[in-house]
């Protein structure tokens, strides 16, 4: 569903021949929070149109995690205030996908696999997508399904092993306005239903008038979302520009509403370069069940991990481009990453740290 909702937004004519093209690419991705975690993921990626009416997307990804990580919320101080983990965390992820799709006529069809495996966690999943083209190709629909099996473990407790199942539906409209403007829309809920507690989070509340209490991190077993996804690209030709923008909204069941918003300007420089400033605005509101500290009586829902709280988040960003000859192109984006209770478009949670991370993208790729 990610890869349904990531539709290339432009398409290059079809070239005869047994590949009329396709592209093969390296990326590595490194994230690094301030005094938390940190990230670094390699990533082979390629795809090729085949006879005019195939074609064929693969990626595979080593993530890689260190670092310490959020445990405990208590108010052991008189502020509730985050506990990070004692020993280092460490963990690896694999990941791979590939995608089939086939042209017949004016309609596409494609069907996706996905399979990620980690100490604590695995996923399979796949997914179904159909698109249509009217309009002499100034307007696509599409329609995509997807499913996850998900198993739920932990490394604290070798007994965890719980199902997590999710299914997610997905429409979406794209509609040419011009030679040099266009917009895209997608509509996707998902329905989830199985463990959906963090086995690594817990909360420890300290009353001035009765023993203190200890709660485990519980949420409800089912997840039901909808989000709605807008971009509107335009090309300025006398500029050598194109302008981005793109909002998401999203709600669920758990009553987290969020919004994000990103702008951007691709601007060409000379014949090979071409740079991408851009920003993104956050903002979500709290979980229901969502307490940095144990209410009494305890309720029998609770969770204090402060991603379920209300907080707000501005991220800028960077990217270079430079085509070479023979197809080879070299990217690099930085980018940096803040969210805080303040900065939610409302009142956010008072008991949210501040989080900073930075993160740095390099790729090479190769078209054919």
């Known amino acids: 569903m990610q890869a349904a909702l990531a539709l290339p937004i432009f398409t290059a004519p079809a070239r005869a021949g047994p590949i009329d093209q ?21 990533i082979a990626w390629g795809h090729a149109q085949i006879a005019e009416s195939w074609e064929v997307r693969a990626s595979a990804a080593v993530d890689i995690v260190t670092g310490a990580s959020p445990e405990l919320i208590s108010n052991v101080t008189g502020r509730p205030v985050q506990t990070v983990t004692g020993a280092s965390v460490s963990d690896r992820r694999t990941t791979w996908d590939v995608k089939v799709s086939r042209r017949i006529g004016e309609a596409t069809l494609g069907v996706s696999r996905a399979i990620s495996n980690e100490e604590d966690y695995r996923s399979r999943a796949f997914g179904l997508e159909a698109k249509l083209d009217l309009n002499e190709r100034n307007t696509t629909i599409n329609v995509a399904y997807g499913q996850s099996a998900d198993r739920v473990r932990s490394a604290d407790d070798p007994t965890l092993d719980e199902p997590r199942d999710t299914r997610e539906y997905l ?56 989000a709605w996804l807008t971009r509107y690209r335009l090309h300025v030709p006398s500029a050598r520009a ?127």
């Open 22 to 42: 396709g592209e093969v690419g390296l990326t590595f991705l490194g994230y690094k929070e301030r005094g938390l975690m940190k990230i670094s993921e390699p």
């Open 242 to 368: 194109t302008f981005q923008a793109d909002y998401r909204f999203y709600r669920d069941d758990w009553g987290i509403r969020s919004h994000a918003l990103e702008v951007a300007w691709s601007q060409s420089i000379g014949e090979r370069w071409s740079l991408r400033p851009a920003l993104r605005l956050y903002s979500q509101s709290r979980a229901d069940f969502y307490s940095a500290v144990i209410p009494r009586p305890a309720p029998a829902i609770l969770s204090s991990d402060q991603r379920l709280a209300a907080f707000g988040g501005v991220s800028p960003s960077l990217r270079a481009t430079l085509q070479l000859d023979g197809g080879w192109r070299v990217e690099g984006s930085v980018g940096y990453v803040r969210n805080a209770g303040n900065l939610r478009w409302g009142t956010g949670s008072d008991t949210f740290e501040t989080l900073r991370a930075y993160y740095g993208i390099a790729g090479v790729s190769r078209a054919f």
């Open 171 to 226: 429409v979406g409209w794209t509609q040419v306005l011009s030679p040099l403007a266009l917009v895209q829309s997608t509509l996707q809920w998902s329905r989830g239903h199985g463990w959906y507690d963090d086995p690594y989070k817990h909360t420890l509340t300290f009353y001035p008038d009765d023993a203190p209490a200890f709660a485990l991190d519980t949420r409800p077993s089912h997840r039901n979302s909808l």
